[in-house]
């Protein structure tokens, strides 16, 4: 049986690079959530003013001098999450909310992803988006994350690679290490159903900036699906 929920029962993790023109809207919307009593940034390499920006308006920051992925940066957030909670004497630990630095003010709709884990039916819930943003992209990545998923699992997600999740620590531990990079939410979500865990989907009024069809971002899918492609392979 899972504990009884507290007001302050859920820890908000960022993983942010270079957003220092979003952080500010996404930290203040995340931590006005029921429920929200820490919210933790992980700046990750940035050479903008990210994690001064994060700090000023209440987030407690932490940095990695050089760029180390998102999957380093999500457990980098969680270590965090986990020493506030054992200064604190918690009876148990706090709820682990992954959220994107570029949300903005829509993180303030994340309140559904953490409700059916706080109730105790879901270890990790995966986001929806309700409303969809035109991506420059193919839909390449996203089509090998989810067939890998459906091969690997027999579950077909709706958006496999959304990275707005919130799941319980005895699941956040589960799927450690996490996969390298951007193959972590592929990975978490196979390693979590193959251990029989609980996953539920979520539609939220959430949205965040396009990728776009510039030279930058074609190199960054590229490294989406590099990433993705290594954590299937690992998962055969």
């Known amino acids: 049986m899972s504990a009884p929920s507290l007001p302050d029962d859920v820890a908000v993790v960022i993983a942010a690079r270079n957003e220092a023109d979003r952080i500010a809207a996404t930290v203040a919307a995340a931590a006005g959530l029921t429920g929200v009593g820490l919210v933790v940034v992980v700046d990750d390499g940035s050479s903008d003013a990210t994690a001064a920006v994060a700090q000023r308006v209440g987030a407690a920051v932490m940095r990695h001098p050089g760029n180390r992925g998102k999957g380093t940066a ?4 969680a270590e965090a999450v986990r020493l506030v909670d054992q200064r604190e004497h918690r009876d148990h630990p706090r709820h682990l909310l992954f ?6 003010d829509t993180a303030g709709h994340a309140g559904p992803l953490m409700d059916p884990v706080t109730a105790g039916t879901a270890d990790m819930t995966i986001a929806v988006f309700a409303a969809t943003v035109k991506l420059g992209g193919h ?3 996203v089509g090998l994350s989810g067939a890998g998923i459906r091969r690997a699992t027999g579950w077909q997600p709706r958006q496999p690679l959304n990275g707005q999740r919130c799941l319980t620590r005895a699941a956040f531990e589960a799927a450690r290490p996490l996969a390298h990079g951007w193959g972590v939410e592929t990975a978490l979500t196979i390693d979590l159903l193959r251990q029989g865990l609980r996953i539920t989907e979520v539609e939220v009024e959430l949205a965040h900036r396009a990728t ?19 954590a299937l392979l690992a998962r055969p």
């Open 74 to 77: 999500m457990e980098t957030g």
């Open 99 to 104: 959220l994107d630095a570029d949300l903005g």
């Open 139 to 141: 839909g390449l990545v």
């Open 212 to 230: 776009g069809t510039g030279l930058r971002a074609q190199l960054h899918r590229a490294h989406q699906l590099t990433d993705v492609a290594r």
